[in-house]
């Protein structure tokens, strides 16, 4: 087992209240990484993202579709799959992040649409799509939520845009390497 160190990180949206916690940091085990990687069916043991896919319930598919069009290409993503009421986008032909208009099915009489705004973050390649990403976003409808900036207080290389969509999701795009 590596060092144990400890880190406070702080959260929150740059117009939105933050907050600190503490936490241990400690690199994973070599048996760790041969556990997930053997899930992964990945034979140098990488450890893969945790998320597979994402879907956002929105008021209007057709207005976020086009929305997300914009907003995406910068970052390399486009539309790749479409139903009726729904739409799926991504890189190389594999749909990670969904909207969609319909409730889903797995919704029961108890759940309700949510009015909670959800905050998205999306890695880009680099601090000029980044700013690509903002400029798209605001010019297809979204709101300005923080424009592309070091935001030292998440990481100290945490280069990121903030925008709102339709729905008012705030959807960031994010590089955390230095330039």
Not at 43 to 49: L, R
Not at 78 to 83: S, T
Request: net charge neutral; with cysteine.
């Amino acid at each position: 087992m590596g060092p144990q160190t400890f880190a406070d990180r702080q959260f929150g949206g740059p117009n939105e209240q933050t907050f600190t916690y503490s936490f241990r940091l400690r690199p994973p085990s070599a048996s760790s990484i041969a556990r997930i990687g053997a899930a992964a069916n990945d034979a140098h043991g990488t450890v893969p993202f945790m998320i597979d896919h994402i879907v956002l319930t929105v008021q209007s598919c057709e207005k976020s579709k086009a929305f997300y069009l914009k907003a995406l290409k910068p970052l390399g993503y486009g539309l790749v799959k479409e139903y009726p009421g729904g739409a799926g986008f991504g890189a190389d032909g594999r749909p990670s992040f969904w909207i969609g208009e319909a409730r889903p099915g797995y919704w029961t009489d108890a759940h309700g649409a949510s009015r909670s705004p959800t905050h998205i973050a999306l890695r880009a390649p680099s601090r000029a799509a980044v700013r690509a990403f903002h400029a798209a976003a605001l010019e297809a409808g979204g709101m300005d939520y923080g424009a592309p900036e070091i935001r030292a207080k998440y990481h100290p290389n945490h280069y990121g845009a903030f925008v709102l969509d339709p729905d008012g999701n705030n959807l960031e795009a994010v590089i955390n390497t230095p330039e």
